[in-house]
Each structure stands twice: as structure tokens, then as C-alpha cells.
């Protein structure tokens, strides 16, 4: 008797678990919760985590509710990969992430190799999307994009400077600056400095006295806010006269924090603030009810999980292929971004990107506004 009801307890155990497993999507959100990007990180998980409570609040997708599974890849490559693999052997079919350019690029490979279907807010590398696979898309633009306007723009505005392309050797740092290179090169104007800095990197003096006897006025630096902002404030200490350009790498207002009043009539490529988009009030309020302030990529996470949700409901499937075909023939979806469309690259069909100037607000707090 004993035993029978032990056995019964058990078999309604299993099914009830068996149950939940089956009820729950599995999505893992992947970046650099740690570590020196953490703030970009942090941006990609309040992002996820709000737009999977909206969904799920909402009737989840496809009668499933979106769990989230998170993965701190520190911005390294091989962390990358090894939470990559983690997503697959627990089960996640979807991924939100990752951050970086280095650490999407090979993670993808994992994904595509075991079923899962990735959208980055955040990785901007062409190579990205480039290499044929099924299962990459970003809701981001592209360095080839981002570049051209940085390269007309410095063209245009600052053709008989002397310019310094500076980069941290990164596949998103170097690729950027490349790019906006290979653009203002077309449009007539040559650097005198092109050089590699190497994240992690605490001291630029050398860097800054090699800028300052070639007399540059316009420094270009691909790369993340960390570097930068150190390198704007010894330029500023070592009395360095420049202005100083970048691109969404240095999209988190720990940059005033870094580089001090420095950072003052810095200028910046980002997408037109999102924000400010009517489609999403709601949920900036949101986050500002939660002290937490819905800047650069935030969004742009929400929005990626929203295709997601949106796309598996064009398919009537939840299955991560039948999902990212729909994502390149039913779009375009409705997002807190704005509407967007994916081609067969899985790129997304309206690239925008504008100037940003960083300044002092009417508060007297330092950040950037779209000029």
C-alpha cells in the first residue's frame, strides 16, 4: 500500500515536472554581466527580463512561457563559447546576446550547430551576418554602415585636420575603425596615425605623445568606453587639444564618469534614441519605475526577444528554424524600436545611424544628445 502510493506520489512528481519543462521556453540572455562591460551587460538582461514578463504576462509565446537563462561571457571569446555550450546542454532554443562582435561570431557557430536561433542587440561586425548561417540576426545596424557616416562625416566637417584612427584590436573596435577609414579615405582625407591599443590598458601616454607631435586635432577610436575614456582624460591632462569621435561602443553614460569634463564636445554614431520612440513609453517607464534607465542597448534587447515572440507566432512553431524562416519572410515586426524587417542575412532591412554630441545637460549632468 506504501509502495503504491509512494510509486503514485513519484508518477505525479514526474508529470508535473515533465509538465513545466514543456511549458517553459528556454531563452538565454548572454553578455558581459561582469567585468569591465558589465553596464552594457546589465543592459541586455533588464532588457530581456522586462520583454519576457510583458510576453509571458501576456500569454507567453505560442501558449509557452519564455523562462530566462542567463550567461555572464565577460566579454571573452572562449567564456562565450563555453556559455554557449551551457545554453545547449540546458535546453535553450533561443538567445538574446551577445554583446561583443568577438564573442557572438564564434558562439553563433555552437548555436547554429545544435538547433539554437541567436539575435545580438549589440554585435555590429558584418561578419557576423556574413558567413551563411541560418540562425544569426541583429537588431543593431552594421560597422560598414555605422562607418560610412562617421567617415563622411569626418570628410565633410573636418577635412584639413589631422586625424588619428585609433582601435583596440577587437573584431567590433578594429572593424569600426576600419570601416570608417576605408570611408574617409574615399572621401579624401588620410590619416596620419593608425594604431592599436589594447584593452585592459591603463596608461596611453605613449599614445597621446606620439598624437601630440603629429600634431593631430581629430582622434577616431573603435573600441568600448572603458579604453576611451581614459585615453580622452589623459589627453586632457597631458593638455591635448582634439576632438575625440566614436562609435555605439561608447553609448553608457559611464563614459562621464571615466573621462570626466572631458568628454565634453565628444562626438558619437548611435541609432536615433530609442527612447523617444512612441511605441515605447510603456515600457521606458517601466524601467525608470525601477530606477533603471532604459539607455543604448536596453531596448534593443527588449525588441530582440519581441521578434522572437512575434516571428514564432507568424510560424505557428516554437521550433528555433521554423522560427528565424519566419523572421526573414513575415516581418516586418512590431517593436519598441520601431517596425523591423530582417533580410535573408538575417541584417535588419532600415539601418540607421545619426551624430550624437556629448554635453551638459539642462540637470548639469554630462551625456550624450542626438544633434
Avoid at 209 to 237: C, N, P, S, W
Avoid at 333 to 359: N, Q, S
Wanted: glycine letters at 12%; proline letters at 4%.
Amino acid at each position: 500500500m506504501k509502495k503504491s502510493l509512494l510509486s503514485a506520489v513519484a508518477l505525479t512528481a514526474v508529470v508535473a515536472f515533465g509538465g513545466n519543462a514543456w511549458a517553459d521556453l528556454l531563452v538565454g540572455v548572454a553578455g558581459p554581466l561582469t567585468g569591465p562591460n558589465a553596464a552594457f551587460g546589465a543592459q541586455l538582461q533588464k532588457g530581456a527580463e522586462q520583454a519576457a514578463a510583458d510576453i509571458n504576462a501576456a500569454g507567453g509565446i505560442n501558449g509557452e512561457m519564455i523562462k530566462i537563462v542567463l550567461g555572464d561571457d565577460v566579454s571573452d571569446a572562449k567564456q562565450g563559447v563555453s556559455v554557449a555550450n551551457k545554453f545547449v546542454a540546458d535546453g535553450v532554443k533561443f538567445v538574446v546576446g551577445h554583446f561583443n562582435s568577438g564573442v557572438s561570431i564564434p558562439a553563433s557557430e555552437v548555436y547554429a550547430e545544435n538547433g539554437i536561433m541567436q539575435i545580438t542587440p549589440a554585435s555590429t561586425n558584418p561578419t557576423y551576418t556574413e558567413r551563411g548561417l541560418w540562425n544569426t540576426f541583429r537588431t543593431c545596424g552594421r560597422d560598414d554602415q555605422q562607418g560610412l557616416v562617421a567617415g563622411s562625416y569626418i570628410a565633410e566637417k573636418f577635412k584639413d585636420a589631422k586625424v588619428a584612427v585609433i582601435h583596440d584590436k577587437t573584431p567590433y573596435g578594429q572593424g569600426l575603425a576600419d570601416e570608417t577609414k576605408k570611408a574617409m579615405n574615399a572621401a579624401g582625407v588620410t590619416e596620419v596615425i593608425y594604431e592599436g591599443v589594447t584593452t585592459g590598458d591603463k596608461d596611453f601616454s605613449a599614445l597621446i605623445a606620439k598624437m601630440k607631435e603629429a600634431g593631430v586635432t581629430v582622434v577616431y577610436f573603435g573600441g568600448l568606453h572603458t579604453e576611451f575614456g581614459l585615453i580622452e582624460r589623459q589627453a586632457a591632462d597631458q593638455g591635448m587639444k582634439a576632438t575625440f569621435m566614436s562609435g555605439d561602443g561608447i553609448v553608457s553614460n559611464e563614459l562621464a564618469s571615466i573621462a570626466g569634463d572631458a568628454v565634453i564636445g565628444t562626438l558619437m554614431t548611435f541609432a536615433p534614441d530609442p527612447r523617444k520612440n512612441p511605441a515605447a513609453q510603456d515600457v521606458v517607464k517601466k524601467f525608470r519605475d525601477a530606477n533603471f534607465e532604459p539607455e543604448a542597448y536596453t531596448l534593443y534587447s527588449y525588441a530582440a526577444l519581441q521578434v522572437i515572440a512575434e516571428a514564432a507566432k507568424a510560424a505557428g512553431s516554437n521550433d528555433p528554424e521554423a522560427v528565424a524562416t519566419a523572421t526573414k519572410e513575415k516581418g516586418p515586426f512590431p517593436t519598441v524600436i520601431g517596425e523591423l524587417g530582417f533580410d535573408e542575412k538575417g541584417d535588419i532591412t532600415r539601418p540607421d545611424y545619426v551624430m550624437y554630441e556629448w554635453k551638459k545637460g539642462e540637470d548639469g549632468n554630462i551625456s550624450y544628445f542626438e544633434m
